[in-house]
Each structure stands twice: as structure tokens, then as C-alpha cells.
């Protein structure tokens, strides 16, 4: 048995424990191979680092390759995006039901490189989802592309993310925090300072923000030792998601496809963490093969 099959039937096992239904999108023919099925193949993919699709259809055992095609796989796979959020969420809160602290930040996904931004048709389609030029500090370099905004716990599971423009500013992500969150207490870096939404977050939700100040502020204090050094637990995240699965390397063509890519593989980190939280590891052990 290869890795690739071993790896869907454990992910498919799993996935039985959480959600009953097989299917999930209204269709009058039901296909030979069920919407969790295909959920399943396509977690088992990333958990292996196989994030081609043409790869993945030459080691597809064909027990699998029978049921479905790479195009109507693809399709498929973009209609289940939604479902594969919400499994996300599930997973999330089976590891880590509530936590009282939670860390924020962002990280920049180029889609091409800055000489092919003018003549680039990818993720073109809505004018509302289209990439464009953003500078990242940390490199120090300016991209085309988008920004991947996250909250995780201080474990490291992502309880919420989001894509935006690569030139809308961080800060701009609170506003939706605002609606996912509540009574706990949020570690960001010197991006989020701002005292209106420090102010309207702690009003609104009771969310305490908690940011390093700058040193030429009038009422500074240096930042707490133990907060700075659990906020190094999502940039390890965002290390984890571009050595092993590789979210900065894009082969999508439309947003839509982009989005779900990106939504593939942080599933299928959350659900390595479920596994690995299951049988007793380090959930943050995520080199080892799902089988």
C-alpha cells in the first residue's frame, strides 16, 4: 500500500468521526467517488507535500483514479471549499476548545514575480479578489500578490484567516476579528498599535489587544518578555506552512482557486494536529506520514 492511499484511508477515517454525510453538494447524479472522499484525497495530498494536481494523478492508486477525473476533481474540489472550512473549524475546536489568548499576524503570498505583475492574468476574474504590490518589513522586499492574514491559539492552531491585497494595511483584519472573537486576550506586533482599535475592540467585544509600543510614545512600557516570546509561535506556523506545504508556490489561475489551495493546506496542518493530539504526540510534530 503507498503512502499516498494509506494516508487517505486514515484522513477518511478521521473525517467519519466528525461528519456523518458523504455528500455535501446538491447533485442530482451522485458521483462514484463522495464529496468526503474527495476531501479526503485532497488532504491526504498536502499532508505529503503533493501540491500538483498532475503529480498527484500519476501516484493516485487506482482503486481512486476509477472513481474520478483530475478536471472534474478540480471543479469539485473548488465547490467544497466551504465544506473544507468548516471541517477546519471543527478540528480546531476538538483540539483546542476555548483558549484565553490568542496571536495575530500576516504573511505575504506572492501569485508571480514583481516583472510579470503588469502583463499577469491570474486571479484576474473579480475586480473586488485581484492581486496587487505590497511591501513586506520582515524581507524586506516589495511582491505582488496577497497577504494571509491568521489567528492561532498558543499551541498553534489556526482559529481564523483570511486573504486580502498584498497593500491593505494589517490593522484592517481587525475589523474582523472583531466579529469571530470574544472575552480573550489578542498578541499581535507593532502593525496592530493603534489606541481607536484598541479603544472599540475592548468596548465592543472585550478583546484586549496587546502590542509592543515604540519607543518614541510618550506612555511607553517595554512589552511583557513571555508574550513576546509566545508570539514566535505563528511565525513558526507560518514557517511550517511554507517549508512543508509549500503555500507560497502557486499553480492556481482564478482567486477562487487560489483561496482553496490555501484553505487545502491549512486543513490539512490542523488536521495533522488532531492526529497527532489523538495519539498522544506533540501536535506540532507534523514531518510524520498520516498512516
Not at 200 to 208: A, G, K, N, V
Not at 216 to 243: H, M, V, Y
Amino acid at each position: 500500500m503507498s503512502n499516498l492511499q494509506a494516508s487517505y484511508t486514515k484522513i477518511l477515517s478521521l473525517l467519519h468521526e466528525i461528519e456523518p454525510e458523504d455528500y455535501f453538494l446538491n447533485q442530482i447524479r451522485l458521483p462514484r467517488m463522495t464529496d468526503k472522499e474527495l476531501i479526503a484525497l485532497n488532504l491526504a495530498a498536502e499532508s505529503l507535500g503533493i501540491d500538483s494536481e498532475r503529480y498527484l494523478f500519476k501516484r493516485i492508486p487506482t482503486v481512486l483514479a476509477n472513481k474520478i477525473e483530475r478536471s472534474v476533481y478540480n471543479r469539485r474540489k473548488r465547490r467544497l471549499a466551504h465544506k473544507m472550512g468548516q471541517l477546519q473549524q471543527k478540528i480546531a475546536a476538538l483540539i483546542i476548545p476555548s483558549e484565553s489568548y490568542h496571536l495575530i499576524d500576516s504573511m505575504p503570498l506572492e501569485v508571480c514575480k514583481l516583472s510579470r505583475s503588469r502583463r499577469t492574468k491570474i486571479c484576474q476574474e473579480v475586480p473586488d479578489s485581484t492581486p496587487d504590490y505590497g511591501y513586506c518589513a520582515a524581507q524586506k522586499a516589495h511582491y505582488f500578490g496577497y497577504k494571509m492574514h491568521a489567528v492561532c491559539t498558543l499551541q498553534g492552531v489556526v482559529k481564523a484567516f483570511d486573504l486580502t491585497p498584498a497593500s491593505t494595511h494589517d490593522i484592517h483584519y481587525l475589523n474582523d476579528v472583531q466579529h469571530q472573537f470574544e472575552h480573550c486576550i489578542l498578541v499581535g506586533d507593532k502593525g496592530y498599535l493603534s489606541h481607536h482599535y484598541q479603544h472599540d475592540l475592548f468596548e465592543t467585544r472585550h478583546i484586549e489587544l496587546q502590542t509592543p509600543k515604540r519607543r518614541n510614545q510618550k506612555d511607553f512600557t517595554a512589552f511583557s518578555p513571555l508574550l513576546r516570546k509566545a508570539r514566535k509561535r505563528i511565525e513558526t506556523l507560518f514557517s511550517q506552512l511554507c517549508d512543508q506545504f509549500m503555500v507560497r508556490r502557486n499553480y492556481a489561475k482564478s482567486f477562487h482557486g487560489y483561496a482553496s489551495r490555501i484553505l487545502s493546506k491549512i486543513t490539512a496542518l490542523t488536521l495533522i494536529q488532531w492526529l497527532n493530539k489523538k495519539e498522544g504526540r506533540n501536535i506540532n510534530n507534523l514531518k510524520g506520514v498520516i498512516s
